[in-house]
């Protein structure tokens, strides 16, 4: 078929959620500087765009295929309708009036989830996005657009990890010099050490969204004064830096260590950050041979927890099969370490 009578350009962007995020809370403003380790798993985000060249459709329509939602967006500069987020981001690049498309949105890890999702969903929407306009922007300029789709045309407290991480993917260390600038390296270590992080790791979803809005507003507010101790975020930064040399050195219990260190780090900064759930999952996984746990993101109410075991993989699965003993709610998500961050392409039909 010739590219005169093709009717549908499909444009596909995928990109990572993260886990195991050390020295998160060091990569916002009001940190100033930070260093954060967190590592690109899969299930990815996807975004498809169908473009069409027949407008006589909807110029916009939206289906967010996790919500079961499908819609017409009709653009008004900064009033969004149903997913803010979404909306915002597509306002944001600014598309020629005559483009006619249907985004389509979903990720398998569930909503609220604290790996990073509505991060990863904006960067792989951005950057299909992208392919619409004349200039391309680099995994690292759609990071940090997506940054500023939720700081900047949404108004949130959000910190960088989240973003570059979905753009670049693997394990990533990365050195905030001056938020919200800074440079990202892809710890590169031997497939054996890869293969056996990936055997040793688990995702559990503590059974609910994430919620701990009070508890993060509390513990901003306590930071962001002028004369604020800062100085408690040192044990999150040096957890990122511990992670790193560990990783290096395929140093499983010291990995670990920098895991539990910064658990701690979290409980620190507010006691409500580590759950009473994440805690009962903590002592299940301890009982069968864990050597490391992370709560996810901020912390708080929902979200997941990122588990380290020891070399026997009985003692893993015993603790998959006693999960929901603790509560039936409880999931263990499937996740493979991505390689690669941001994917794009585009085919015709």
Known sequence: MGLAHRKRRVINAM???????????????????GTVLNIGVYPYAETQLYVYEDDNRPRIMIHAENFGERYELRPRQGDYDRHPLLEAAIEIMGLPDHLCFEVNLYCAAPAGCSTGTSAAVTVA??????????????????????????????????????????????????????????????????????????RRMVLVFLGRTHSSSAVHGQVIKNLEGENADRGILEPLRQAAIDGKNALYTGNFPAFGASMIANTEAQRGLHPDLVSD????????????????????????????????????????????????????????????LSRMGLRRWEVFE
């Not at 990109?15 to 500087?33: E, K, S, V």
């Not at 929407?125 to 992208?130: K, V």
């Not at 004349?134 to 995994?139: E, F, N, S």
């Not at 990365?174 to 270590?189: C, G, L, N, T």
Request: proline fraction near 5%.
């Open 125 to 198: 929407l951005l950057s299909a996005l992208d392919l619409l306009t004349p200039g391309h922007r680099t995994p690292h300029e759609m990071a940090m657009l997506a940054h500023q789709v939720e700081t900047e045309k949404l108004g949130l407290q959000c910190g960088i990890q989240d973003q570059l991480c979905s753009a670049y993917g693997g394990i990533c260390y990365i050195d905030m010099f001056e938020y919200p600038h800074a440079s990202v390296s892809q710890i590169q270590i031997p497939n054996t050490t890869w293969w056996e992080l990936e």
């Open 277 to 336: 759930m994440a805690e009962a999952v903590i002592d299940l996984a301890e009982e069968h041979g864990a050597i490391g746990w992370k709560v996810n993101g901020a912390g708080g109410e929902g979200g997941s927890l990122t588990l380290l075991f020891g070399a026997e993989g009985e003692q893993k699965r015993r603790f998959s099969d006693a999960l929901p003993s603790v509560d039936p709610s409880l999931q263990i998500i499937p996740t493979y």
């Open 15 to 33: 990109a990572p959620i993260r886990i195991c995020d050390l020295g998160g809370w060091t990569d916002t403003w009001f940190a100033g500087r």
